[in-house]
């Protein structure tokens, strides 16, 4: 990184412990840092307002919003909305931030404002998704009375997330199904020692599976599946709000289910902050000559 150039200010925004974290391993690098709606009360500007006047980059949170209208936050602010965002986002400002709307995208582009979305980048994605995998087992963990050790579990979509998991709880001796629509993703899965069905014969995986992991965000399981599953079953849901399944028929055939979101910022906080910051620093050292 070049330390003959002043390093610009990164204003954070919002988001779970993973920002508080952001700021502190930023400032150590050298970049200055305001936040506003970050829990913790170092480096706090008054307002969205003052924030977005006093900074260059805009550290948004990963997700950006979690109901489409305001900035996710674990503050109450009043401002921290997304239209209150995009009036004061200034055709200098450098926008980052995870699963940006595409309102804030049609907004950048129509602007020629420079944006980065996070986790549109494989190696921040992929990253991302150990400390997802990781605490979607440990919330496993919590609620079930089951061993994974030689037990069935199910994990539904093959992407990112689930191909992580699938190998996690293939790494604790779980008996493993991934169910995928794509046949190339179940003829990996295959290849990498798990078994594989597709959602049209899910239900000979679901009654033996004592564990079930959703990383699809559409109805997936609905009462009719739910049905197939041991009493001692647990879905871990981490798909987008608002999930795969069926929580009312879930709650009333008294299985356990958790809709389990924003899981790095949760269960590894620091880790995911790291990852941020390495990427930060990357597009930085990257983009320099534009303003960052």
Not at 202 to 209: E, V
Not at 223 to 238: G, H, N, S, Y
Not at 244 to 269: H, Q, R
Request: net charge neutral.
């Amino acid at each position: 990184m070049d330390r003959q150039k002043p390093l610009p200010t990164i204003g954070i925004i919002g988001g779970d412990k993973r920002q508080e974290y952001l700021a502190q391993i930023l400032k150590e690098y050298g970049f200055g840092i305001i936040t506003y709606g970050v829990s913790g009360n170092a480096y706090q500007t008054g307002s969205l307002r003052e924030l977005m006047k006093n900074s260059t980059v805009l550290a948004a949170p990963v997700p950006f919003t979690h109901n489409g209208k305001t900035i996710a936050s674990l503050s109450e602010k009043a401002d921290l909305d997304i239209s209150s965002f995009l009036f004061f986002l200034r055709s200098d400002h450098i926008v980052c931030g995870g699963n940006l709307p595409e309102c804030v995208k049609n907004h950048c582009e129509s602007e020629n404002i420079l944006f980065f979305d996070l986790l549109k980048n494989d190696r921040v994605a992929y990253l991302n998704a150990i400390a997802t995998a990781e605490g979607a087992i440990m919330e496993a963990c919590r609620l079930s009375p089951m061993n994974f050790h030689k037990n069935h579990s199910v994990v539904l979509g093959y992407g990112k997330c689930g191909s992580v998991l699938a190998d996690r709880l293939k790494g604790m001796h779980s008996l493993v199904t991934v169910c995928a629509r794509s046949e190339k993703a179940r003829t990996k899965a295959e290849i990498l020692g798990f078994y594989a069905t597709d959602f049209e014969h899910l239900d000979q995986a679901l009654a033996k599976a004592y564990f079930i992991f959703n990383t699809v965000p559409a109805p997936v399981l609905p009462e009719e599946l739910l049905t197939l599953l041991p009493p001692q079953a647990v879905i871990v849901d981490i798909a987008s709000a608002p999930g795969g399944v069926d929580y009312k028929a879930a709650s009333a055939l008294g299985i356990t289910s958790s809709l389990f979101l924003s899981i790095p910022g949760k269960t590894a906080p620091y880790a995911s902050a790291q990852i941020l910051a390495k990427e930060l620093i990357h597009l930085y050292d990257k983009n320099k000559s534009c303003s960052f």
